[in-house]
């Protein structure tokens, strides 16, 4: 990366008056143009937002003789990569549809025992990317990559679907369906078997009859499933979520029989009282009815059983039906990322202390999405709980290069470094989280924490009186003012705001684990372990 201040000290010297946005900006446009690139769909030059620009074409060397390079030759026999399809539609809002589909395939691969699929988050690493399918197939271990297009105009769709040999770029198999938006399933569960049977892999007994499972009927209430999905994997993202269940909601009022939207619905909830964009609402966690009617309605979904597990772990702390529901949803899809990763942290580091556990499952969750921002981050959490910070740092660092835009990277960057004694760094990092954040109140907590325990009390109070007038505005989680209000020396009103997290049942009250530093002058205090006991948080 180049940074603005970089290029404006390069270009215009300390004398020079320019306007930087607007020159820089200028700069960088007749670059674009030069080259034949797009700022929407970069090929070449890729914006940081705030920060500054990247190179991002590959740097091929020599073609690779025939029979492919000593990677692909290295990848699981029967491996693939199913790369984001192409909105090849006029409509923007075709974008999620599309993606949908891809994420839908993914997933109905995923079911063969026998093959090796690369998860969506690896996957989508390369969407709006121009890189050589080579390259692709190297970094993510694959012999074989699936690509294609959907071009959408009213009911009717037209799907190209493209195999290629990852080592040499030859097609192994090419098709392209017209058909009405109705044989959609119809379509992705003939997708999934061409790839199976070109691959000659082998369909379980109960593969037979189908790998694509329609869940609906109502093509309107499909479309908004799709969308929502798409918008939960921005988490942190503002808006998304909120978005995100404005969609499920409208997915299950169409079919009220759907239940992986119930499950998203679920889903949504929980991400939304997890990272304070809502306030609880007490003893009733809104994901509940919701991902037991999911349960209910599909016993065989994985994805309903992590979303009831999530609900029981962080709105009901009830451990023994956490972890029920995790096992079986890990059981029913082993490559379900988010259960993984919640299960390896949440559950088996912050909940019972089992931190090698955690660490392994993590793993594992990274083997599957090996290019993924949100693995790195979750992996590299476990390490720096299990108090392996070196390797903890290789990892998040590896998860900032890979999604520099994205928070949780970069907020566990920044305490983890805390945690190594890297004070400096950790608050210079912290500063970055918050300013890219807009000021979340989880980099705030962490930061007033550092600063505090660098003995700097003044700052870690002026974060503290920030938070309240914004907690005066506006909904801000009780838990995160515990944690700050600590660091500030305010005791009795720490424990006020932990009194009140855990009774509205704040979901990020997992951060009070004993496994993590961030609460220590809290748990020093009796008083506070009287509350955690008295809600059953301890």
């Known amino acids: 990366m180049v940074t603005r201040e970089e290029l404006q000290q390069r270009i215009w010297p300390s004398d020079t008056f320019v306007d930087l946005d607007h020159g820089l900006y200028n700069a960088i446009k007749k670059l674009r143009e030069a080259m034949g690139d797009s700022a929407d769909t970069p090929r070449y030059i890729e914006t940081l937002s705030r920060r500054g620009y990247r190179f991002i074409a590959p740097l091929i060397g020599p073609a690779p003789e025939p029979g492919g390079s000593a990677r692909a030759a290295d990848a699981p026999r029967d491996s693939i990569a199913v790369l984001p399809f192409l909105n090849l ?8 549809f599309v993606d949908g589909i891809t994420e839908e395939i993914i997933n109905a691969l995923a079911q063969i025992e026998q093959l090796h699929v690369v998860a969506r988050g690896s996957a989508f690493s390369f969407k709006g990317k121009h890189i050589d ?5 190297e970094q993510l271990n694959v012999r074989t990559i699936l690509e294609g297009s959907v071009r959408r105009a009213g009911n009717r769709l037209r799907i190209t679907a493209q195999l290629v040999n990852a080592a040499d770029g030859y097609h192994l198999w090419s098709e392209r369906y017209d058909r009405e938006m109705e044989d959609i399933f119809e379509v992705q569960d003939a997708i999934a078997r061409s790839i199976a049977e070109r691959l000659k892999v082998t369909l379980a007994g109960d593969q037979q009859a189908r790998l694509v499972k329609a869940g609906t009927e109502n093509l309107e209430a499909y479309k908004l499933y799709l969308k929502g999905r798409v918008l939960l994997y921005r988490r942190a993202a503002g808006l998304a979520i909120p978005r995100a269940l404005e969609c499920f909601k409208q997915a299950v009022a169409l079919d009220s029989e759907y239940a992986p939207a119930w499950a998203g619905l679920a889903d949504a909830y929980t991400m939304l009282d997890f990272y304070g964009f809502s306030r609880p609402e007490g003893r009733a966690p809104r994901g509940k009815q919701p991902a037991k009617r999911a349960v209910e309605l599909d016993p065989g979904l994985g994805e309903a059983h992590s979303a ?3 609900v029981y772990l962080m709105s009901d702390s009830d451990l023994a039906e956490a972890e029920k529901e995790f096992l079986c949803a890990l059981e029913l899809n082993p490559r379900y990322i988010q ?17 090698e556990e955690g660490i392994s499952q993590a793993k594992l969750a990274m083997e599957s999405d090996p290019l993924s921002g949100y693995a790195h981050a979750m992996l ?23 999604e ?21 760094e950790a608050v210079a990092a912290g500063e970055e989280v918050l300013a890219s954040s807009g000021r979340h109140p989880w980099a705030m907590a962490t930061l007033a924490v550092i600063l505090a325990d660098w003995g700097k009390p003044a700052a870690a109070e002026a974060l503290y009186v920030e938070l309240m007038a914004r907690a005066g505005r506006g909904y ?7 944690i700050v209000a600590a660091a500030a020396g305010r005791q009795d009103e720490a424990l006020r705001y932990a009194r009140e997290s855990v009774e509205i049942r704040d979901a990020s009250v997992i951060w009070f684990s004993k496994y993590l530093p961030y609460t220590a002058r809290l748990r020093a205090d009796p008083r506070f372990q009287e509350i955690l006991l008295k809600f059953g948080t301890g």
């Open 476 to 482: 801000v989680q009780p838990s995160q003012l515990a």
């Open 133 to 137: 399918l080579r390259i692709i197939g």
């Open 404 to 424: 520099p835009e994205s928070f949780l990277p970069r907020w566990s960057m920044h305490w983890t470094s805390h945690l190594s004694g890297r004070f400096a």
């Open 308 to 310: 009831l597990a999530c």
């Open 339 to 355: 259960a993984r990763a919640w299960y390896a942290l949440f559950y088996l580091q912050l909940a019972r202390g089992r931190l």
């Open 89 to 96: 539609s006029a409509d923007v809002e075709n974008e999620f």
């Open 380 to 402: 590299g959490m476990t390490y720096s709980v299990a108090g392996r910070y070196a390797e903890a740092l290789q990892t998040l660092q590896r998860g900032v290069e890979l």
